[in-house]
């Protein structure tokens, strides 16, 4: 047995199999659209803008419903970025004149936001640059047609351990089949742990990298008190 120490987000225990999630990194490449595409590519971005916004107005209502308005208004914040009228013409922009393609567009605009807020002091700001990959995310996702169904079909009972999982992920989880979740990274005041905590299931957040020490239905253990897996 091999007991790794991370950061305890939210307490409790739990003993389980484990689901291993990928990391979900989106490779952007730079790529240009020819000039009869622009329309079209401007359509689908309209769309992906729209999906996110009805996902992430869902997320905002079943945590409000579940947890309370404390908890949903880290998704009105997601809520006003997506909505954010400069935001969208910053990237049509690219696409109209720069001819980039969306996923580009948006993947390069909404970087150049978050770097600009982590250069700033203080765990609000890094949690806004957060906020911001997790909007990126969801966005390509949309524009890519890909979905991270492991957390949307779990049907029996495990413990999900991921490089990280986005506030929105997170807010997905269904207690009743997610045990408990750990992390590679993150911290104490993420907005995912405190929907974590918020669905009370042990969360263990900032462990460092351990995914290639388990495999998908091994037994593991999640103390949420202090702080630990046990692999």
Known sequence: ????????????????????LDNEGFRIPRRFLPRDAVDE?????EGAFEAAIAE???NRQQVAA????????????HLQMLRDRRLNEEI??????RHYSPEYSVSRALRRYAKVFQTLEGPYMAERANDIFDIEKRLLRNLLGRAREELLTITSPVLVLAHNLTPSETANLNPRFALG???????????TAIVAEGLGIPAVVGIGPFL????????????????QIVL
């Open 1 to 20: 047995m091999e007991r790794l120490q991370g950061i305890a987000v939210s307490p409790g225990i739990a003993i389980g199999e484990a689901l291993v």
């Open 41 to 45: 590519e401007l359509s689908r971005l």
């Open 56 to 58: 992430v107005e869902h």
């Open 66 to 77: 579940q947890l309370g308005d404390e908890y949903a208004a880290i998704f009105s914040a």
């Open 92 to 97: 049509e922009e690219m696409i109209r004149k």
């Open 181 to 191: 979740f750990v992390t590679e990274i993150g911290g104490p005041g993420s907005h």
């Open 212 to 227: 290639t020490d388990v495999s998908g239905g091994d037994t593991v253990i999640i103390d949420g008190d202090q702080g």
